[in-house]
């Protein structure tokens, strides 16, 4: 069988081939490779794995074996990435690491041009962090089970309803919105109706029944200044106990008072 000349090379990629994950790079001193399959911590034929797609100016490591008796069979792959020891490399910069992660710790990050980054860390302490960016990102700890979740902008949708926590672009104003289904049909479907904040909205508006509709089966409204409505086609207000109306001034406009006990 005959021996291998085996060569190390530390080179930057210059080209990737995503489909046949293969990637073209050079060396620092000229050598060029082709289509270098590069290695991953795991993949399999079902699909199932840990796969990535390098990018052109990456650095990376190059192992290159030769036949001794056949100088062209040379066989190439890539074996793995690293940061260049200095401070740039190629005419590219050097990437930041990944800050404040403890030994025995992962992480893997994605880095897009305009500086935001998908982020997933699990540290050797057991907390977790999966993030698109510093203001968009989700911390599980093991700290009494603790989930905190930091947002612009947060939406559950479903079958059953929504919930929307969101904040207008360019300002500081903010909405909470939630509605709640019985059915999935658009027209008879939604019970309740919440909306709290927004721009234009009163501060606080609670539909019950058909939110939809002109009429609603009960309505609850704060306005900007503090003031309080209840408003439906018929209420009822029921206390086993006794019922109080508490104001400096109460009134009951253009209505007959029904039942029996002292008149208003």
């Not at 700890?141 to 207008?168: A, H, Q, Y």
């Not at 500081?172 to 027209?187: F, K, L, P």
């Amino acid at each position: 069988m005959p021996g291998l000349n085996v060569k190390i090379y530390e080179c930057y990629v210059t080209g990737v081939h995503a489909n046949d994950r293969i990637l073209d790079a050079n060396s620092k001193g000229g050598t060029v490779f082709r289509g270098a399959s590069y290695l991953l911590p795991w993949i399999s034929m079902n699909g199932s794995g840990i796969d990535c797609i390098p990018k052109t100016g990456d650095n990376c490591i190059i192992l290159s074996t030769t036949p001794s008796n056949d100088s062209q069979g040379r066989l190439s792959f890539c074996i793995g990435f690293k940061l260049p020891a200095s401070e740039a490399y190629n005419g590219l910069e050097l990437g930041q690491r990944i800050e404040g992660l403890p030994q025995g710790s992962m992480g893997f990050r994605a880095v897009a041009e305009d500086g935001n980054e998908a982020l997933v860390l699990l540290t050797r302490g057991g907390t977790a962090v999966i993030g698109a960016n510093g203001v968009c990102r989700t911390l599980y700890s093991p700290v009494d089970s603790s989930v905190i979740t930091i947002f612009n902008n947060w939406e559950l949708s479903g079958p059953g309803g929504f919930v929307k926590w969101m904040r207008d672009a360019g300002n500081e104003v903010v909405e909470y919105r939630s509605q709640y289904r019985v059915s999935t049909a658009e027209e008879e479907g939604v019970r309740v109706d919440i909306r709290v904040g927004g721009a234009d909205a009163d501060p606080v508006n609670i539909n019950i029944g058909m939110p939809n509709s002109d009429q609603p089966f009960l309505q609850v409204l704060v306005d900007k200044d503090g003031k309080a409505w209840l408003k439906g086609e018929s209420i009822n207000i029921v206390g086993r106990a006794g019922v109080t109306i508490d104001g400096a001034e109460v009134k009951i406009k253009n209505r007959q008072v029904l039942g029996q006990g002292d008149p208003i």
